[in-house]
């Protein structure tokens, strides 16, 4: 799986916020990865393994990076 992400990526969930958005923010990336919706403001907080789980695209902010591996 290579769902690589970084803070302040935008990302798209597998579901839908309940605002009917569905672009997210990465406002922390850490054990735990908060998520901000791009359009109501509220941030989500949720472990990394339900995070990645969760994920469904990553829409990268800037150009690709050397590929960071941990
Ligand atoms: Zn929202």
């Known amino acids: 799986m290579?769902?690589?992400f970084k803070l302040f990526d935008?990302?798209?969930m597998k579901k839908d916020h309940a605002c009917?958005?569905?672009l997210w923010i990465i406002t922390r990336n850490?054990?735990?990865?908060k998520i901000k919706?791009?359009?109501c403001?509220?941030?989500i907080m949720m472990d990394r393994l339900e995070f990645i789980k969760k994920?469904?695209?990553v829409i990268?902010?800037?150009e690709t990076e050397d590929e960071k591996k941990d």
């Open 10 to 12: 935008e990302v798209i």
């Open 60 to 62: 990268k902010f800037e």
């Open 30 to 33: 850490g054990a735990d990865v």
């Open 37 to 39: 919706c791009r359009y």
């Open 41 to 43: 403001g509220r941030e």
């Open 2 to 4: 290579d769902k690589d």
């Open 20 to 22: 009917g958005t569905n």
């Open 55 to 57: 994920l469904k695209k």
